[in-house]
Every structure is written in structure tokens, then in C-alpha cells.
């Protein structure tokens, strides 16, 4: 396993550690509503975040690894990032034919602070310049607006919506997709 270390000017995004830090921080994301709104679960208990984590570990020892669900932190909250509570959560998935989906999760603390656009840009960067990926891709619920914001600033095309993409709770909603790809990436974080 090579561990992934990505820093940004604000953020740092790392592989996650099985303790409890990084298991409350991933349980404030996951088990808060308000958070997982736009996700395709209900919020999580403490015990599923705990064997999330382990999943999130074994994902990045294997021998071709093609996930990567990563702890994002703020670089100023610990002199090395490693050391730092997480603040969000940062997911990349390969596909087929060079292809990849991305995906980000901060907490409501930390919202509208332009994290979201870090994240993603550093996600970008890995994708691209690391993993050789051609397209990249992201779902968003229709009404999140300030997700889609996000992807626009960073180049990303709407490629139109998809049609009762999630059911939860019983209730259908509709998501939009977005993609990037490697020509269209002009190498800006944030």
C-alpha cells in the first residue's frame, strides 16, 4: 500500500486511521441527517462508521487498489496532517476505460468556507496526474446547488440528469451528472 497524502493550501486529505478520532470525525459526517441529506444512506451509527473505517483500510491495501475513501483535514489543526481530527470525507472510485467518480462530504461546521472546491481539486489531481485517469465523474442530488457550484468552478460539464438515480426513505430523487476530463483539467485547486 503506498498511503495517499494530498495537501492544498488550506487542507490536507490522508488514508483514515482505525482509531477513535477518526472514528467520531467519520460518525459526525455520516450519523448527522442534515449531512447525509444528498447521500445514498441514512445516517450511520457509530459502530457502522467504526467497521466503515476498517472497510475504508482494507480498500486501500489491495494489490490493485481501485477506491479510495480518504480523511480531509485542515492543515492548521496539527502540525502534521496525520495527527489532525478529519473535517470532511473525500472518495474516488475507478471505473472502466480510465474512468473514475468522485465525491466529498464536509461537516455542517465547516460549510461555505470553500473547502468543498480544495477537495475536489486536490481529488482532480490525483485522478489526472497520479492515476492516469481520462474522465472523471460526479453525481449531485438536483437540489444541491452548492455541489454543483463547486464542479462548474473546476471545469466539470453537466451531462444532463438522471432520472430516480436514489431511492431513500421511500422517496425517488433525481441526480445530475458531471464530468471532467484529463484535456479540460487545467490544474487549479480550490
Not at 473546476?154 to 422517496?171: A, I, P, S
Amino acid at each position: 500500500m503506498v498511503p495517499v497524502r494530498l495537501t492544498g493550501p488550506r487542507l490536507a486529505i490522508r488514508e483514515y486511521h482505525h482509531t477513535a478520532g477518526d472514528v467520531d470525525a467519520l460518525y459526525g459526517l455520516f450519523g448527522d441527517p442534515e449531512v447525509t441529506r444528498y447521500l445514498p444512506f441514512e445516517p450511520r451509527d457509530r459502530e457502522t462508521c467504526a467497521d466503515q473505517i476498517e472497510l475504508y483500510l482494507e480498500e486501500a491495501m489491495a494489490p490493485e487498489r481501485d477506491t479510495y475513501r480518504l480523511a480531509v483535514t485542515r492543515r492548521e489543526d496539527a502540525e502534521d496532517p496525520a495527527d489532525a481530527t478529519p473535517i470532511a470525507h473525500a472518495s474516488l472510485t475507478l471505473g472502466n476505460h480510465r474512468s473514475a467518480h468522485l465525491g466529498y462530504v464536509l461537516g455542517r461546521d465547516v460549510w461555505g468556507r470553500g473547502y468543498a472546491g480544495e477537495i475536489a481539486g486536490l481529488l482532480c489531481e490525483l485522478s489526472f496526474e497520479a492515476l492516469g485517469v481520462h474522465r472523471l465523474a460526479a453525481r449531485v442530488d438536483v437540489d444541491n446547488a452548492a455541489s454543483a457550484k463547486v464542479l462548474l468552478r473546476l471545469g466539470f460539464q453537466l451531462e444532463g440528469r438522471v432520472r430516480h438515480d436514489l431511492c431513500k426513505g421511500g422517496v425517488w430523487s433525481d441526480s445530475y451528472l458531471y464530468s471532467l476530463l484529463a484535456d479540460e483539467w487545467t490544474g487549479a485547486t480550490g
